[in-house]
């Protein structure tokens, strides 16, 4: 029995070995397939391929096409292949391994594939050809002309990006033409269905056929971002985009009011008296007097629907450059350099009856150094007037030195210079010097170019101290920008700056909101990027629900843009370009009057036929915005 | 014997497999299930449909279905754009696709009716097996979005 018992475990168990653990029948995948066909740079070095080029695959029709770039060599070409499961590749009948076949593709070659488990064949067609190896847009924009009066102005994209925003100041909820433009080989699609290729436009007799633009356009439904899909089936490579409508209408919330029109020179200067409220815009303009015609300095102030002139104008002796304004309660202030006095710095205040030298001409230099730059001014609530020079020379008797930053004063009756700031090093390289009245303090802000660092410091009590010390706006700042930037205070004694920096290798100028918060300047909201450039100019505002209010020059599109804050979203609005060309390397000034309205202004520049001459000349206008909505 | 036994069934064990079911689900950009739209907003809202599984060689279509509540009304209320409509085709190497819905201001607007709209994943079809709806799991996370206006 018990023999027994042994004998029928032992069977037993090798019969559950054979049953559950003996060899399976075979699986097949019942196809034979190429699944892969790649020219590599590794295998084919003496092709000095800059990337793997992918071969385009089409199982139904039984092609293999490798598109390669333009004078390539396909004579000696060696792909690297998969196949499906158990299927070897056969051509002319010799077997061929991946990566030890070397093929000649100037003509094309049948590869066969056999499935050995199951034995289904299929056979392939190779064939070359050339690609750029690329599929992408290089341009995108919804065209005036295309759009029938839908559009008054090319609405485009800030950049090219896999998801782009547009802003529309129409109705976005239509139909809009778009307009691409691709590249060799491409096809697009908007939103699924095919887009229409153009016909290039035949050269001009005698000129020569201008580069293939591979241009695109289709109709779309704007009420619904809209998908772009561009394929290049001889690169084998497809890119998706999505281009985003949104609503721009902060530049409906802006109107022109005023402009000061052919002017000679692109120099101005605008400032709101913060005790008054009115708002004064200096210029120049062509006077001839006692034979001698030059560019000289006028003002003239906003009476509410129209700008008069301030006193005499063309009051300066000569011609007046780098000017800067400051107004408080009646008297405004003009600093120039004036070409009477070899550009020595002048001020001239106007009491409400006339223009007025404030000191003697050049005096002021002695004690700060002649910058030749715009030096900023201020006036105190006690009445005095500052001003903050880059000096552009040593003058060793008054302890100026060359870049350093230097403070002058005007007391009612004489000029000095008002001591070391802050325990600043003289020597130490500064330009952007801005002055701002917060409270009853004035700061002063400049940029320490070396260092690539702000400063901030407080004048109180006949005193400098200074608040904050070379702070570097974000550790991989590697520029600030050089001449424009904006410090504003206000009367709670709150000081907001307005600054642009350019990140290291990202070769893109950031603008950014920042406030004084202890020793530190705070970001306020995120940055904009619009490409401003480092010596674009830009200023701001609060509304009176408290959001900022930003107006820039953009680099890309050479127009001014406003922005603010969406209350919804607490981002920056898309940027409302005013559509004028903006003339850069002059302000754009921004300020709130006694009743709350804000005002802008900046410079465009325009053209003219002259006709003496017969050539054509630009001119100036200052263009005066006021915020309406 | 034993020993033998024990070595016979030792021989067929087999690894347990891990989980590697396919799955779609539906999301925001935020990965949130469901979002407040004011009644009287106008604004466009995006969800993502996913799919979760290893590369595939033919297209895969994806079902959903618009559950609309008794307060609301597709092309009154809101809009879904054409394009983003179900089903959805994915094609090989597409992981996800978006639905685009356009919300439009409800001039009469009842606040004691149902002013959902639910967006719920219903099938798949696919060469690669069978797909789990929603997150793996009994509660099927992700299988729905619903907006609700308020």
Redesign the interface.
Known sequence: MKKFL?IA??I???S??MC??GPKEPETDGKAEV?SFVITAEANPELELTRNYGAVINNVEGTILVALPEGVEVTKLVPTFTLSQDDVATVVDAPIESGDWMVDLTEPVVLKVVDQMCLVEKEYTITAGTTDGIAELSKVVFAAADNNGKLTADVEPISIASTMTVGFTGDANQTYTLTVEATMDDVVTM??ELATLQEPAAPAEGEEAAPTAYVWKGNVDC???I?ITVTDEKAGI?TKYVVKIVKDTYGESWAKVASIAELPRAEYAMDIDPVTGDLYIAHTETSTVNDVTDDRLTVKKWDGSKLVTVGEPAFSAKRATYITLAARGGKVYAMYTDNAVSSKLTVMMYDGTAWKMIGVQGEMDKHTGLSKWRTPVEVTPDGKLFAATTANADIADYGVVKRGLHVGMWDGTAWSHVGTVGGRDAAQMTYLNRLAVAGNDLYLMCANQNEKTTSVYKYSAGAWTCVVNEYKMDPRVDEIATYFGTMKGFANGDVYFALGEKVYGSGTWYLQLFKLAGDKLERVYSPIQDNQGSDASFDFEFDDNGAPVLAYYSGKTETTKLVTIDPDTQTWTYPADLGEGSYNGNPTYMQKNTKGEIFMTYIKQNQKLDEETGKTVKTYEVVLYKKVK | MIVLAATALWGCYEEPQPLDKPFVYIGDEAGGSKADIGSQATLTKELFVNLSCKKFTEPIVVHYDVIVGDGLKEGVDFVIQSTTKSPLTFKPGTYELPVRVQFKKSENFDATKDNTVTFALKSVESNIGEFYIGFLGPDHLRSSYVFTKK
Do not use: K, Q, W, Y
């Open positions: 042994h475990l032992l037993g168990a090798v559950a070995l559950s653990c699944t939103n699924g009420s619904f971002p998908d497809e």
